[in-house]
């Protein structure tokens, strides 16, 4: 699998959300909005956890 840049890989999101109208560009802007909260919450309640050891 090939490397691409964020800023490659944002204006390849870009181009495809012009051909295919603004729904697909409003799905992948509530796609990362869910991970990022999903990745959020992790990172906050992993601070919560119990120490046993």
Do not use: N
Not at 41 to 49: E, I, K, V
Request: net charge neutral.
């Amino acid at each position: 699998m090939e490397h691409s840049p964020a800023a490659a890989w944002l204006a390849e999101a870009a181009s495809a959300a012009e051909q295919q109208g603004a729904g697909s560009l409003l799905r992948v802007v509530l796609i990362v909005m869910v991970v990022g909260c999903v990745l959020t919450a992790w990172f906050l309640l992993r601070g919560y956890r119990r120490k046993d050891e």
